[in-house]
C-alpha cells in the first residue's frame, strides 16, 4: 500500500496522458493540404518574376517609360517594342507580402532589339539592367500588375531613339533584294522610279541616231500607264474583283493568299507562292506562321486593284500589339501549269 500511494499521483498524469493520445489515435501531424498550399505560391510566386508574361510586361512598362520622355515619333518606339523581345538572367523571388498579397523579385532584364537597330544605339543590340520589380494580382483578375524599378540605363536609350521603323521591322512575305524586273514582265517595282534607261545624249552638231527614241518607246509607255494606274488606284476606292470576272483566278489567288496569312496558316500561303520561292525566309511555310500566327490583330485584306495584266495592287491592314500597318504593295503573278501563282510582292509602305 505504501508504494502504490507513493506511485499514484505519477502513475495518474501518465495514465491520463496515456488516454489522451489513445483517444486521439495519435499525435497531431501537419495538415498535407497546408503543404500543397505552400507548394502553389511557391510555384506562383516564381511565376510572377519568372515568366514570359512578366518579361513583355515589364517590357512594356520600360517602352512607356521612354515614350513619355521621347519628342519623336512614338510610332516607331511602338514598333521597337512589337520587335524587341525581353528576357530576364537569374529572377530570383526576394520576399512575399501576404497582407497585400505582393511578390517581390529582381534579375537582370535583358532587352533584346531586331536586326537593323544596332546604329541607333551604338552598335548594342542587347540592353541590360539589374532591376527589382513587384508582382501584385490584379483585383479583376487579369493577372499581374508590375511596377519596375532599376531600368533607367535601358529607359534612357529608348527614349533618344530615332530610327524610322521601316530600318528594322521584318518584312515577311516581301520580297527583298531581288533584282528589278525588267519592264516586259509587266511588274512595277517602285512608285515614281521607271525602269527605263536614260535618252543617249546626242554629239554636237550631229543629229541623234533616228532609232534611239524608238528604241525604248515601249518601255516608256509601258512605265506611264503603270504610273498612271497608281495614281487612279491612289483615287479610286474600289471593292475587290469577283473571282467569276476578267483576272478573277488571280484575284483569288490573292485573296487566298491574305486569308492564309490571317489564320496564320503557313503551308497554304506558301502554295500561292512559285516553288522556288517557297523555301527563302519571307515565303517559307514556317516563318509565315511564326510571324502571322502571332499577330494580335490578323491581316487583313482590304482592296485588290489591277495595275496591269499581272499585276495588282493590294491594300491591308494589321496590328503586332502596340504598333499598327495600314499596308499596301503590289503583287505579281504568273502561270505555272495553268495556273495563277505569285511571283514577287513589293511594299509600297514599309509594311
Known amino acids: ?13 501518465a495514465l491520463a496522458l496515456t488516454l489522451a493520445l489513445v483517444g486521439c489515435g495519435k499525435m497531431k ?9 505552400a507548394d502553389a505560391r511557391t510555384k506562383r510566386q516564381r511565376a510572377a518574376c519568372g515568366s514570359s508574361v512578366a518579361y513583355d510586361r515589364l517590357k512594356g512598362l520600360m517602352f512607356d517609360e521612354a515614350i513619355g520622355r521621347h519628342n519623336g515619333d512614338r510610332a516607331n518606339l511602338d514598333t521597337l517594342a512589337d520587335y524587341s523581345f525581353a528576357r530576364m538572367k537569374e529572377p530570383i523571388v526576394e520576399g512575399w507580402d501576404q497582407a497585400l498579397d505582393i511578390t517581390r523579385c529582381k534579375g537582370r532584364i535583358i532587352l533584346d532589339l531586331p536586326p537593323g537597330t544596332e546604329r541607333a544605339f551604338a552598335g548594342e543590340r542587347h540592353l541590360q539592367a539589374d532591376v527589382h520589380y513587384t508582382a501584385q494580382a490584379a483585383a479583376d483578375g487579369s493577372g499581374f500588375v508590375y511596377q519596375l524599378k532599376g531600368a533607367e540605363p535601358i529607359v534612357v536609350k529608348l527614349a533618344a531613339f530615332n530610327l524610322t521603323s521601316v530600318a528594322f521591322r521584318p518584312p515577311p512575305a516581301i520580297d527583298q533584294g531581288q533584282r528589278e524586273p525588267a519592264a516586259s514582265e509587266s511588274t512595277l517595282t517602285s512608285i515614281g522610279r521607271a525602269a527605263v534607261p536614260a535618252p543617249l545624249p546626242s554629239v554636237a552638231g550631229m543629229p541623234s541616231p533616228p532609232e534611239s527614241g524608238e528604241r ?4 516608256r509607255q509601258q512605265t506611264t500607264r503603270l504610273r498612271r494606274a497608281l495614281d487612279q488606284a491612289d483615287l479610286e476606292h474600289r471593292e ?24 496564320g496558316n503557313g503551308v497554304t500561303a506558301s502554295a500561292q507562292i512559285i516553288p522556288e520561292k517557297r523555301s527563302s525566309r519571307a515565303f517559307s511555310p514556317e516563318a509565315i506562321s511564326r510571324f502571322y500566327g502571332r499577330l494580335p490583330e490578323p491581316i487583313r485584306l482590304t482592296g485588290v486593284v489591277p495595275l496591269a495584266r499581272d499585276a495588282y495592287r493590294v491594300s491591308y491592314r494589321y496590328s503586332a500589339g502596340r504598333s499598327r500597318c495600314n499596308g499596301s504593295a503590289v503583287v505579281s503573278l504568273t502561270q505555272r ?6 511571283r514577287s510582292i513589293r511594299a509600297l509602305s514599309g509594311c
Not at 500500500?1 to 498524469?13: F, S
Not at 475587290?240 to 489564320?263: C, E, K, N
Not at 501549269?337 to 505569285?342: E, H
Open 1 to 13: 500500500m505504501r508504494d502504490a500511494t507513493l506511485l499514484t499521483p505519477r502513475t495518474g498524469i
Open 29 to 37: 501531424q501537419s495538415d498535407p493540404h497546408d503543404s500543397v498550399k
Open 216 to 219: 525604248f518607246a515601249p518601255a
Open 240 to 263: 475587290p474583283m469577283a473571282d467569276g470576272s476578267a483576272g478573277g483566278t488571280a484575284v483569288a489567288t490573292i485573296r487566298a493568299f491574305y486569308t492564309a496569312l490571317g489564320a
Open 337 to 342: 501549269n495553268g495556273r495563277d501563282l505569285i
